[in-house]
Nanobody
Framework: QVQLVESGGGLVQAGDSLKLSCLVS????????IAWFRQGPGQERDFVAA????????HYAHSVKGRFTISKENAEKTVYLQMNSLEPDDTAVYYC??????????????WGQGTQVTVAS
């Protein structure tokens, strides 16, 4: 049973930074791609960033490119999302997901419970 547990969310001011973590268990960590999605109130779940199973390829949503960085630490079985220069529009519940490397939510089979990020203006 693949399980993903997110942590690191919180309330910050615009311009601040946060680092989210996604701990993965029950899977061969080096064989799966991991992505971050986010969902604001009343909105759909949107793609944020993804990293390939090797960690050698990453992809970002246009809205976060240059501000967010996704990374994968195999020894820790953890994927990180470093978020810099946060904006109020980044406010959402952030989910990590495991599956096939893509930007499409339907290609990810396993999901965490989410962590809330709130950016005050």
């Amino acid at each position: 049973q693949v399980q993903l547990v997110e942590s690191g969310g919180g309330l910050v001011q615009a311009g601040d930074s946060l680092k989210l973590s996604c701990l993965v268990s029950g899977a061969i960590f080096s064989n799966i791609a991991i992505a971050w999605f986010r969902q604001g109130p009343g909105q759909e779940r949107d793609f944020v960033a993804a990293i390939s199973k090797s960690g050698g390829t990453t992809h970002y949503a246009h809205s976060v490119k240059g501000r967010f960085t996704i990374s994968k630490e195999n020894a820790e079985k953890t994927v990180y999302l470093q978020m810099n220069s946060l904006e109020p529009d980044d406010t959402a519940v952030y989910y990590c997901a495991a599956g096939r490397f893509s930007t499409d939510v339907v290609t990810y089979d396993h999901w965490g419970q989410g962590t809330q990020v709130t950016v005050a203006s």
